[in-house]
């Protein structure tokens, strides 16, 4: 499964690994690379070009800590961002409050809905429920026959209603699960070859009676970047609640995992991986990064070598604030390394006494930029030593960075609260917290 992007990837990888550093240059040639593998790969091409910024962006905004290297550094930004991509985390299926949890499967022909509604209902047996089969493709009776060969094969039960319509046996089939105690329904729809109206009515008409629990998408990997408008089409019209997608044990490229869930903004749920009724996993989009990248070592290894650097990081600030040599460089670099860390005020908000400290400070980026602004329009000088700022210096400040006499004041007299405060707290949470704000956090953001 997605040897050929995983061989790329790695490849694209290995150019930089041998670089001391990471530099616009070096990341720039290696995206070069990702980008083609992931177009190749038959990744949509919007998410594509996304990903590739995204990584550029974080690649370009971190140092290298510790002992990890450039290429190290550059597998755990990719193996983030491919977590990211797939949806970051797993999600579940949704269960009914009460009574019979309803699942409706729908896609194309030959997806794999009537594999899959069989493979998911082996799955709930197995998890101690009591599935329920529902055939609701009359369309060739060869259908019906197919899940109830799967449903004898597991020991599920598989209602049907010869010669009713699939709206009628989808709605009736809650009624015969509630009297025989089924907790969970599984609707096997009827594909099309191509989305056609009267298909989606039919799925659309079924889910207005039934009212599912959760609408899985079925897509056949195999399909590439097909799967993708086909999703967008039946979302549009279903709002289907999550993805299953089949045939990754096939020579897929991965295009379809890679691009499904960010352009519809629903997750997979599972993926089937083989003809068998066992071959169901369900989806864990880290699980899958480490698959495709195949480097679950490096990016641990990377996860450890930063926790140590914010702790060394965390030492270091809290002994400058011991002895009062906290500068406004030191205050400067803080200011960098919490924009890295994304929504301000959150974060403040985390860390116990930060918002006293920082009592008065505008927290949204753009008070940010003008803190910047005015420390960098200071010398070397006054910002180790923010004590010789004077009235005069001060309005030289002003004038260099755009902002008012007042705006520097404040900052100075925030600055010295700083200090002040920080002392104050050099109590046992300090280390704790300093760690929160000193930290170009990696793993932790997961
Ligand atoms: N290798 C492999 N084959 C699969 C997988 N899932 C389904 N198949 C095969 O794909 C074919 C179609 O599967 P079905 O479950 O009948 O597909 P469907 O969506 O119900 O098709 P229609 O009812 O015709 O719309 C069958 O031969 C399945 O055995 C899978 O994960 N891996
Ligand atoms: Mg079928």
Redesign the pocket.
Known sequence: MFENLSAKLDEAIRRISGDARLTEENISEALREIRRALLDADVNFQVTKKFVDDVRQQALGRSVVGSVTPGQMIVKIIYDELVKLMGSERTEIRMAPAGPTIIM?C?????????????LANYFKSKGRQPMLVAA?TY?PA?ID?LQTLGAQIDVPVFTLPGENPVAIAEKSILEARRSGRNIIII?????LTIDEEMMDEVARIKDRTKPNEILF?V??MIGQDAVTTAKAFHDRLDFDGVIL?????DTRGGAALSISSVVSRPIKF?????KIE??EPFYPDRMASRILGMGDVVSLVEKAQEQFDEEQAKKLEEKFRRNQFTLDDFYEQIQQIKKMGSVRDLIGMLPGMDRALKGVDIDERAFTRLEAIITSMTKEERRQPEIINGSRRKRIASGSGTKIEDVNRLMKQFDEMRKQMRVLMGGKMKSMMRGIGLPSMGRRR
């Open positions: 499967m896609g194309l022909q030959g997806s794999g809905k009537t594999t899959h509604s069989a493979k493709d060739r259908a197919q096997d729809t009827a594909g099309r079925v056949d990997a089949t045939k990754l044990d096939g993926v089937g991986t083989g003809e071959a169901l």
